[in-house]
């Protein structure tokens, strides 16, 4: 999808790599760009930058509501809703986490995509025309050292999107699907010991590369956006290897992925071969 002209909602908006995606869009000429957060004045202080085409809406995405009043919004001041970047996420839970983090995890993490999904879908088929742009992970395609919640919750961001692209892609919806390993922002700041086996498992790049990276992938039509390539190494050994199944320490997945010490020689194919027999 070419940008000029369109309207997008990007939720996450006031920070980060939604930030990064509100600046770019708008910077391709979008007529309007909805810049969408539970943190209000982050959100108003990003649209303010964008100029007339600009809006700030604060929403709390864990609501599903929150989807239906998204578009609405951008549909009163710009238009019809064409590009949907389903970007706010929670890192929370420290290794299999509370009963609290699993319900923000979905929430926002899945939920939301959901929830955005069954709001602009009825719009999109009668156009034939729409797009979505999920930020999941590299979590959602391998696994996150310390946190269930993300892990589990990334993984059906993942799976949720596959599914939109093979449902409806060829009734003009299309989908990407971004899945960076470490980017500098206050999530990975927050996130405590799974941000630091992220930090561990690869370089950290800067929000406005992904974005960069994501909307080359939305004008080409490409479904996957990985930020650091090698991840789709780790994720065709994972897929390859899976039934020899993990070694049981933990942390030794993250470490087969990809710390420096492992990817130095002779990479991640060592720990997975490790791994015991099966039976
Ligand atoms: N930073 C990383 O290393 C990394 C790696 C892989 C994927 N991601 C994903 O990238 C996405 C963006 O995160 P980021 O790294 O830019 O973090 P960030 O903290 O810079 O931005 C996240 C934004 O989402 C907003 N947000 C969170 N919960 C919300 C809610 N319930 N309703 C509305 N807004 C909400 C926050 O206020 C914040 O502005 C997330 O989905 C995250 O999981 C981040």
Redesign the pocket.
Known sequence: MELAGRVAVV??????????LARRIAAAGAAGVVV????AV??RRVADELGPAGLAVA?????PD?AEALVAAAAARFGPVDLFCA?????VGRELGDPADWQ?AM???VG?HVAAARALLPGWLERGRGAFLS?????GLLSQIGSAP?AAT?HA?VAFAEWLAITYGDRGVQVAC???????????D??GPA?DA?RAAGG?VE?DH?AALALEALREGRFLVLPHPEVAGFERLRAGDASAGWPGCGGCAARSWGTPERRADPGPVAILSEAPEPG
């Open positions: 939720t996450g908006g006031a920070s980060g790599i939604g930030r990064a969408a957060d539970r943190d982050g959100a929403c709390d995405v864990a609501d929150h970007n706010a996420g929670v890192a923000a929430d926002v993490n939301a930020t999941a992970s590299a979590a993300y990334k961001a971004v899945c960076p390993m470490g980017v500098a922002t206050p999530l990975l927050r996130a941000g992220v950290v929000p992904v």
